[in-house]
C-alpha cells in the first residue's frame, strides 16, 4: 500500500491456512490506513497504547496505527473458526519533513538505499534471526534452514503486540524498499542493490526483483514497494513513488 500524500507505505505478508493469512494481511493494511488518514484529519486523535517518549509524534502516531490492526486482526481472528490463529507481518515507513518513521512487526523487511549502498533498517523478528544474533548459527546457516520460516512476532496472534519502532534521517536521492520474505529469502541485498542502482523505472524495478524472487524459488507471496525521494520545486516537496504488489 503506497499513500504518498500521507506519506504513508505499508507491506504486509499474512499467515494462516485457507484464505485467513490474505484476509490477514488485507485488514491490516485497510486498518493501518484508516487509522494513519483519521489522525491526518483529527490531531487529538487518541494514541492506542503506550507513548514512547525518545520518538517523534508521528512515529508514535505509526505504532498507533499498527496497534489498531494487531486489535482488528485478532478479533477477526476469533469470529470463524477456519480464521483461528491468523495473523500478518507488517513493515511500514511514513515520511514527514526530512524524517523516515520505520515500524515493524515480523519478517518483512524496510532496506534504505544511499550512495551505492543498501543497508536493512529492520531486524527480522524470526527464529533464525534470533540465533545469529546470539552466536549459534550463522547467516548462511540460516539460510538453509528448516526453520528459517518461523516468526517471533506477528501481529493478530495475541492481544498485544510489541511494536518495533525506529527514526532515521533521508535526504533527496535515497530510495526505500519495503518488501515480504518472498523476496529476502532467495534473493541477496547486493542483487536487490544492482537493480534499484539501474537507470529503469520503478515499475520495472519492482517487476524485475519480482522476478528474481521467483527465478529464486518462488515458493512464497512477494510484495514489493519502491519509493524514490526527490527534491522537486525550490519548496522541496518529496516525491514520493511507487507502489507495487504482486501476490
Same mark, same amino acid.
Given at each position: 500500500m503506497a499513500d504518498p500524500p500521507l506519506g504513508l507505505y505499508v507491506v504486509c505478508d499474512g499467515m494462516g491456512g485457507?484464505?485467513?493469512?490474505?484476509?490477514?494481511?488485507?485488514?491490516?493494511?485497510?486498518?493501518?490506513? #484508516?487509522?494513519?488518514?483519521? @489522525? +491526518? &484529519?483529527? $490531531?487529538?486523535?487518541?494514541?492506542?497504547?503506550?507513548?514512547n517518549a525518545t520518538v517523534s509524534a508521528p512515529?508514535?502516531?505509526? #505504532?498507533?496505527?499498527?496497534? @489498531? +490492526? &494487531?486489535? $482488528?486482526?485478532?478479533?477477526?481472528?476469533?469470529?470463524?473458526?477456519?480464521?483461528?490463529?491468523?495473523g500478518t507481518t507488517v513493515v #511500514?515507513?511514513?515520511?514527514?519533513?526530512?524524517?523516515? $518513521?520505520?515500524?515493524?512487526?515480523?519478517?518483512?523487511?524496510?532496506?534504505?538505499?544511499r550512495n551505492g549502498t543498501i543497508q536493512?533498517?529492520?531486524?527480522?523478528?524470526?527464529w533464525v534471526a534470533e540465533q545469529i544474533l546470539k552466536g549459534f548459527i550463522t547467516q548462511e546457516e540460516a539460510e538453509l534452514s528448516p526453520r528459517r520460516n518461523i516468526v517471533t512476532k506477528a501481529l493478530g496472534v495475541e492481544s498485544s503486540v510489541d511494536v518495533e519502532l525506529t527514526e532515521v534521517p533521508v535526504k533527496s536521492g535515497d530510495m526505500l524498499l519495503l518488501c515480504s520474505d518472498g523476496l529476502t529469502r532467495g534473493v541477496?541485498?547486493?542483487?536487490?542493490?544492482?537493480?534499484?542502482?539501474?537507470?529503469?523505472?520503478?515499475?520495472?524495478?519492482?517487476d524485475r526483483l519480482i522476478v528474481m524472487a521467483n527465478e529464486a524459488g518462488g515458493d512464497d507471496n512477494t510484495t514489493v514497494v519502491v519509493v524514490a525521494l526527490r527534491d522537486e520545486l525550490q519548496a522541496g516537496l518529496w516525491a514520493r513513488l511507487k507502489k507495487r504488489f504482486v501476490a
Open positions: 485457507g484464505n485467513a493469512g490474505e484476509i490477514a494481511g488485507a485488514l491490516a493494511v485497510e486498518t493501518i490506513h #484508516a487509522h494513519m488518514a483519521k @489522525a +491526518a &484529519n483529527q $490531531a487529538d486523535l487518541p494514541l492506542i497504547g503506550p507513548c512515529a508514535n502516531r505509526l #505504532a498507533s496505527a499498527i496497534r @489498531a +490492526a &494487531n486489535d $482488528a486482526v485478532h478479533r477477526e481472528s476469533w469470529s470463524r473458526p477456519d480464521y483461528a490463529g491468523m #511500514a515507513a511514513l515520511l514527514y519533513e526530512e524524517v523516515l $518513521a520505520i515500524a515493524h512487526v515480523g519478517d518483512s523487511r524496510l532496506y534504505l538505499v536493512a533498517r529492520t531486524t527480522d523478528h524470526s541477496h541485498p547486493n542483487d536487490i542493490l544492482h537493480i534499484l542502482s539501474g537507470s529503469e523505472d520503478l515499475p520495472t524495478m519492482s
